[in-house]
């Protein structure tokens, strides 16, 4: 295998477990990863989710995990289908205007929180993207979530 090689061994708990388009079907999404001249580069990510049945679902970027913040400095190429996306109420959130009950997907890439190899000791929270990465801990990738009538979450 070469070095850009990706296994993702974690199961996506964390990033499924933000929670549900609704009570019927789950957020689906799917992590490809992104590879320049052979190295990992970033991860690739696409949400697919039913919004909400008032037509206005707030798309929540992340911001803090682990004692990290402005974890949404890493999404980058932030993309919107089946709906429009307007500023939220800070820069970790969206606005997202579509048909009501209608399907949307966003598509977005995460970029690394770390140049190099992260500090040694402790638990890094940033997303950890190696050239030679195998393996990924989800909870590292700070996958989007979003809220609808400040109930639910994805």
Not at 22 to 48: F, H, I, N, W
Not at 71 to 95: F, I, K, M, S
């Amino acid at each position: 295998m070469g070095g850009a090689s990706v296994g993702l061994a974690a199961a996506l708990t964390w990033l499924l477990g933000l929670g549900a388009a609704s009570a019927e079907t789950p957020a689906q999404y799917e992590l490809t990863p992104v590879v320049v001249d052979g190295a990992l580069a970033r991860m690739a990510v696409e949400l697919r989710f039913t919004g909400e049945p008032d037509g206005k679902t707030r798309l929540q970027l992340p911001n803090r995990y682990g004692g990290e913040t402005e974890l949404w400095r890493h999404v980058t190429n932030l993309r919107v289908e089946g709906a429009r996306a307007r500023a939220g109420t800070g820069p970790d959130q969206r606005t997202l205007h579509h048909p009501p009950g209608g399907a949307v997907t966003v598509r977005y890439q995460i970029e690394p929180g770390y140049a190099e190899d992260p500090p040694t000791g402790g638990n890094p929270y940033r997303p950890i993207i190696r050239p030679s990465l195998r393996a990924a801990d989800e909870r590292g990738l700070a996958g989007c979530g979003r809220l609808g009538d400040g109930a639910s979450e994805r």
